[in-house]
T-cell receptor, first 115, second 114 residues
Framework: DQQVKQNSPSLSVQEGRISILNCDYT??????FLWYKKYPAEGPTFLIS?????DKNEDGRFTVFLNKSAKHLSLHIVPSQPGDSAVYFC??????????????FGQGTILTVHP | DAGVIQSPRHEVTEMGQEVTLRCKPI?????LFWYRQTMMRGLELLIY????????DSGMPEDRFSAKMPNASFSTLKIQPSEPRDSAVYFC????????????FGQGTRLTVV
């Protein structure tokens, strides 16, 4: 049972344009969402996060949008740069309860930004 | 801080052999996670600990897999006996735990079972 889903295995974008990566979740107990970026032969690194009490969080070129009613979030990268080419993972967690920081990840989306 | 340290970076072993992966979490982090990366399932949580106690091992695929955390600075993931379908990249991550869920990952161990 995949509680976090990234339905697009890959995305190709021209440099300077917008990249939009999507993520859906099924567990209504999730209240905190994160995006991680992963380069080959490296571990995932934290990129940006959003709490369920917000619908938008922005950090430089990266913006995450959350639609709780649709159980959907997206990551926007504007403008896209070749160095953004990586695998992007969406993750979700329950901050309270007994999860102790457990993160549930999606399958990942391979982003390729062409010069 | 050196971050989460995993060893070895690469492991090639023959089917049936025992494999031990090692992890040193970030000092002061209370939660430690073992993930496996596959094409089909992405980052799959195998097991996690809080304050050295296993909290949830429901992701461990079979009894061939076991994990320990004898102290706050060390954890192992063991596969015995190993099978070719265990070939994957295994990541260890740590975080401060409840209320703070940003996890920091090690560089991973690429396991190949032939």
């Amino acid at each position: 049972d995949q509680q976090v889903k990234q339905n697009s295995p890959s995305l190709s974008v021209q440099e300077g344009r917008i990249s939009i990566l999507n993520c859906d979740y099924t567990n209504s107990m999730f209240d905190y969402f994160l995006w991680y970026k992963k380069y080959p032969a490296e571990g995932p690194t934290f990129l940006i996060s959003i709490s369920s009490i917000k619908d938008k969080n922005e950090d430089g070129r990266f913006t995450v949008f959350l639609n709780k009613s649709a159980k959907h979030l997206s990551l926007h990268i504007v403008p896209s740069q070749p160095g953004d080419s990586a695998v992007y993972f969406c993750a979700a967690s329950e901050r309270g309860g007994t999860s102790y920081g457990k993160l549930t990840f999606g399958q990942g989306t391979i982003l390729t930004v062409h010069p | 801080d050196a971050g989460v340290i995993q060893s070895p970076r690469h492991e090639v072993t023959e089917m049936g052999q025992e494999v031990t992966l090692r992890c040193k979490p970030i000092s002061g982090h209370n939660s430690l996670f073992w993930y496996r990366q596959t094409m089909m399932r992405g980052l799959e949580l195998l097991i996690y600990f809080n304050n050295n106690v296993p909290i949830d091992d429901s992701g461990m695929p079979e009894d061939r897999f076991s994990a320990k955390m004898p102290n706050a600075s060390f954890s192992t993931l063991k596969i015995q006996p190993s099978e070719p379908r265990d070939s994957a990249v295994y990541f260890c991550a740590s975080s401060r735990g409840r209320g703070n869920t940003e996890a920091f990952f090690g560089q991973g161990t690429r396991l190949t079972v032939v």
